[in-house]
């Protein structure tokens, strides 16, 4: 995720202010310095420290490889592993990890990296695929849509949102018509949970229509023409030969054609459930009430008769 808060600036600048250890917010922070890379981290995350720098330079060369682009500095990666203290810069509960291009800047929950689906290396690829898209396109050329969708695609599907066990978010939005159209996430993201996934999961969508209809020919066309200057619009238009609006009608239409009912109505089973055993408790209690009506006068008319005998 490409960070912009005002705070997590502050605290590098501390952090560059004094070498070779530091303190981040308050916490005594290490050091290792390789070519390559730089990790500053918590103490008692020296291994995994280590593992960043060890892994780092062969993350560097598969992206160079896919982008044909070299990441010609060397980043700062982060490793935090109070959480709350990673959230309270970041400003999120669900972000994990995020990039701050501006300042060759990598920072990482690693709390979050000892748990499924995240990893080290996943997170740290997809990380570094925003500082690489960021070093050689101008800034606020490329839209946010993008840079999200395919740091996911680089990552395998991976992306840096802790997503919820709901999974259909997407497909929910679209059904209702409250999905989020793409120039509304030209420039920033959603700072509502819901939103933010929503976002997340069109930009990783619509990365992955371009590639089925157009392969990765068409996902480095449309990054050379932003690279050269080209905005958004005129990019797409270059690339794939049809206009940024008509392209994201084509993926609405793949994706509603996609839409499975299972997922939908899982994400309700329980409500789904509770309504039909309502329903069920409402028509038990019908049919006896019906019962009671038709034997009514059964069972008062002996009664009559008996007092009338008597009498």
């Not at 995994?48 to 490889?65: F, H, N």
């Not at 679209?174 to 996430?185: K, Q, V």
């Not at 239409?253 to 409500?271: A, H, M």
Request: include cysteine; proline fraction near 4%; hydrophobic fraction near 40%.
């Amino acid at each position: 995720m490409k960070h912009k808060i005002p705070v997590i600036v502050l605290c590098v600048l501390t952090l560059f202010a004094v070498c070779p250890s530091t303190l981040l917010c308050g916490v005594e922070m290490g050091r290792l310095q390789e070519t390559d890379v730089t990790v500053l981290f918590e103490k008692p995350l020296h291994a995994a420290a280590r593992e960043v720098t060890t892994i780092y330079p062969d993350i560097k060369a598969e992206l160079e490889k896919i982008f044909g682009w070299k990441l010609d500095y060397s980043p700062t990666v982060i490793l935090i592993r109070d959480r709350k203290m990673f959230q309270r810069m970041v400003g999120s509960t669900l972000v994990a990890a995020l990039a701050v291009p501006q300042r060759k800047l990598i920072v990482i929950d690693y709390s979050r990296m000892t748990s499924r689906p995240f990893t080290l290396r996943t997170i740290l690829k997809h990380e570094l695929c925003h500082l690489l898209l960021h070093s050689h396109i101008e800034n606020g050329k490329l839209p946010r849509w993008l840079d999200e969708g395919i740091a996911q695609w680089v990552s395998e599907g991976m992306g840096e949102i802790v997503m919820r066990r709901n999974r259909s978010v997407l497909q929910r939005a679209m059904l209702t018509g409250s999905y989020i159209r793409l120039r509304h996430l030209e420039y920033d993201m959603p700072d509502s949970g819901n939103e933010l996934l929503l976002a997340y999961e069109e930009s990783k969508s619509i990365v992955e229509y371009i590639l089925s209809k157009f392969g990765k020919k068409g996902i480095l066309e449309i990054l050379k023409h932003l690279k050269d200057g080209d905005g958004i619009y005129t990019a797409v238009r270059k690339s794939l030969a049809l206009s940024l609006p008509d392209l994201e009608d084509k993926w609405h239409k793949s994706v509603s054609r996609k839409i499975y009912w299972l997922p939908l109505i899982s994400d309700y089973l329980y409500e789904i459930l509770f309504f039909i055993a309502a329903l069920l408790s409402l028509a038990a209690y019908s049919r006896r009430l019906k019962r009671w009506r038709e034997h009514k006068d059964l069972y008062e008319e002996p009664e009559e008769d008996f007092f009338n005998e008597r009498h």
